[in-house]
Nanobody, 114 residues
Framework: QVQLVESGGGLVQPGGSLRLSCSASGFTFRDYGMRWYRQAPGKERELVAAISANGVNTVYGDSVKGRFTSSRDNAKNTVYLQMNTLKPEDTAVYYC???????WGQGALVTVSS
């Protein structure tokens, strides 16, 4: 069974940091690129970050460049999203997505508020 499970969401104050994890199973993780998306209430889903299968290449959305970093550990079948200098406008449900059949995780809620 192909599955992506996000973890690490929560409530953080503005300026704080969080790290999301996405654990994959059911496919050869190291062969596929991964993406992070987010969806805020009342807004469309937007691409946050993309990382190549080997982790060498990354792409970031304009709104998170310089603050967010995606990485992966292919030995652990896990992709990460390190989020620094968080802003209230970063509040959203964050999803990981695999290039393998376009599989989606269930989402992790990140709330940035004082």
């Amino acid at each position: 069974q192909v599955q992506l499970v996000e973890s690490g969401g929560g409530l953080v104050q503005p300026g704080g940091s969080l790290r999301l994890s996405c654990s994959a199973s059911g496919f050869t993780f190291r062969d596929y690129g991964m993406r992070w998306y987010r969806q805020a209430p009342g807004k469309e889903r937007e691409l946050v970050a993309a990382i190549s299968a080997n982790g060498v290449n990354t792409v970031y959305g304009d709104s998170v460049k310089g603050r967010f970093t995606s990485s992966r550990d292919n030995a652990k079948n896990t992709v990460y999203l390190q989020m620094n200098t968080l802003k209230p406008e970063d509040t959203a449900v964050y999803y990981c997505n695999s290039a393998y059949r376009g599989v989606w995780g269930q989402g992790a809620l990140v709330t940035v508020s004082s």
